[in-house]
């Protein structure tokens, strides 16, 4: 089947709360890559060249592009994606995805197969996949009823999905890479233990006396320091420092974690710091499931999910399933759900404005020997003011 475009449309962002509203949900990261590098690892094993669109919220498709870069950009791979808020704004025949279904390389190639232009697959009321001739006419005549495709239910799922698509997408980027350890320093001190899955490293360092165990994934400038412990699941994106244990936990860009704590079943966005001796609860005493806002996740397991530029305090302890704003500084026992922008010790919080937030994000980055992007400061206001506009609705 040929076609112009690949078009990925967000689920409900709320799901996915706090990352999405300052991440489109295409970008969220889950099985070591991006949402939609998995989609570009499956256009390139069918050969196949077409443009990359994501329809997201208009904040967010005017500020994201400037603030990150993507793993596979840093391999030099040549690939087109544009971020639009109105689907108006993309012509020509295209697959249009669901950011909710799971991006397994080999399901999407038996279920795309089986699919003729101008036919949709749905789970009730909900569009998983789309096949149209034009975006401009979106009618459809021929509805699949498919609700066995896996699908994302919210953030918990990343955690949930994160090391079987670490196992199962692997062999796609270890065939692009041509190795699985490449321009990296490893220490004969080291174990790499692939037992259970590969340890892809790419343009990183593991020090010695550190234990790293497959599944997972260690991308560029990504350091793991010495007696670090880092277990199946770990995903440490780009430019990230690693002390102490991590288990099946995403870590976004310029984010650090250099000392002796514990990150376990979490989802950490950019420009994070978190301070020794502190550790992400995962595991109720009543071994009970999880709820995240409210929702049974069915998760036994689940740590914090922590959004942009979140500064955590030395021996700070967050219960299992809690979230943690984007830009807030927290130090103490943290057992609620904390909003972006807030400054608290344990939950006794206050609101930082929006100077004093981006001024902290201009230190972070001079500490970090890196340059202050204006596009990364435009998009801290941009979602500073819908954290606003959202608390008053």
């Known amino acids: 089947m040929n076609f112009d475009n690949v078009v990925l449309i967000e689920d409900d962002y709320r799901g996915y709360y706090p990352i999405s509203i300052s991440t489109p949900l295409s970008d969220l990261i889950v099985g070591g890559l991006r949402y939609y590098e998995h989609i570009v690892l499956w256009l390139m094993s069918m050969g196949h060249s077409a443009d990359l669109y994501v329809v997201t919220r208009d904040y967010l498709a005017r500020n994201w592009r400037g603030t990150t870069e993507s793993l596979l950009s840093r391999l030099n791979l040549r690939y087109s994606i544009r971020y639009v808020s109105d689907i108006k704004d993309i012509s020509g025949s295209s697959i249009m995805i669901n950011t909710s279904v799971v991006p397994q390389i080999d399901i999407l190639n038996r279920t795309l197969n089986e699919l003729t232009p101008s036919t949709e697959i749905k789970c009730g009321d909900r569009l998983l996949i789309k096949v149209v001739n034009n975006t401009n006419d979106l009618v459809n005549n021929n ?19 994160n090391t079987e698509l670490l196992r199962s997408n692997s062999k796609y980027l270890i065939r692009v890479l041509g190795d699985r350890s490449v ?66 936990s995403i870590m976004d860009m310029h984010s650090l974690k250099e000392h002796f704590s514990y990150l376990g079943d979490s989802y950490v966005g950019r420009w994070v710091n ?22 049974d996740t069915g998760m036994i397991k689940l740590g914090s999910i922590i959004g942009d530029w979140v500064k955590v305090g030395i021996n700070t302890s967050i219960m299992s399933g809690k979230y943690i704003g984007q830009g807030s500084s927290i130090v103490g026992l943290v057992r609620d759900n904390i909003p972006p922008f807030r400054i608290c010790v344990n939950n006794d919080c206050e609101k930082l404005r929006i100077d004093k937030v981006i001024e902290i994000y201009r230190r972070f980055a001079e500490l970090r020997r890196m340059s202050v992007n204006e596009n990364e400061i435009s998009l801290i206001r941009a979602v500073y003011d819908f954290s606003l506009h959202e608390a008053s609705s």
């Open 143 to 161: 509805v699949i009823d498919n609700c066995d495709l896996p699908t994302f239910s919210g953030i918990w799922s990343l955690i949930r999905w």
């Open 183 to 248: 321009n990296s320093d490893i220490s004969r001190g080291a174990i790499i233990d692939e037992r259970a899955g590969n340890v892809i490293t790419i343009g990183s360092s593991i020090e010695p006396l550190t234990y790293v165990k497959g599944p997972s994934l260690l991308g560029p400038g990504t350091r793991v320091l010495p007696h670090a412990y880092v277990r199946e699941g770990t995903v440490l994106y780009m430019d990230n420092a690693v002390g102490g244990e991590v288990k099946n």
């Open 274 to 295: 978190i301070g020794a001796g502190s550790v992400t609860s995962n595991l109720k005493n009543t071994i009970g499931n999880i709820r995240y806002m409210g929702i």
